[in-house]
């Protein structure tokens, strides 16, 4: 049975509520999750820039790389990725990469580089992840942003004193 909306918006509010425990650790605030076909959650992570000193440790791409060790790619085409916002390049690259076929995010790219200006440690970009999809030669289908003023509560105040 597909994954309904009302089971979306409640994952959703994990991948944010895993959001506000990475920056409670001390690092970025953003969180990911991976859900099977019926919704049931396989692997969680937590963006791990600041903790572990990896610029590249966003929430996603450690998501996708834990998935791709754990998981065939057929399996993948079925699942679908939370994320407190929308991914990034590299991580929209991940998913690519990694075979999941669906994305449901929190705020867009373009109301997170609003939201965060020009940070140099996050240099947000205005591209979003459909239109890196789309490039692509497999489908990855993406339902946001979603829950959009709740995925911004986590960001309050944390870029401003970096």
């Known amino acids: 049975m597909p994954i309904s909306s009302e089971q979306d918006l409640i994952l959703l509010r994990r991948s944010i509520t895993l ?38 440790g966003h929430a996603e791409r450690n998501l996708m790389t834990a998935a791709s060790l754990k998981y065939d790619v057929a399996f993948l085409a079925q699942c679908t990725m939370y994320t407190s916002a929308e991914p990034c390049a590299m ?13 449901v995010h929190g705020m ?8 965060i200006g020009p940070d140099p440690e996050n240099l947000t970009m205005d591209l979003p992840c459909k239109t890196i999809f789309a490039a692509g030669q497999r489908s990855v289908e993406v339902v946001g942003p979603l829950l959009s003023e709740e995925s911004a509560v986590v960001h309050e105040g944390f870029w401003d004193g970096l």
């Open 19 to 56: 959001a506000s425990e990475s920056r409670a650790r001390g690092d970025h605030p953003f969180g990911a999750l991976l859900a099977g076909p019926d919704g049931e959650i396989l692997l969680e992570e937590m963006n791990t820039c600041g903790s572990k000193g990896d610029r590249t």
């Open 91 to 103: 991580c929209a690259g991940s998913v690519y990469w990694t075979g999941v076929g669906r994305v």
């Open 108 to 115: 867009s790219e373009m109301e997170l580089k609003a939201l």
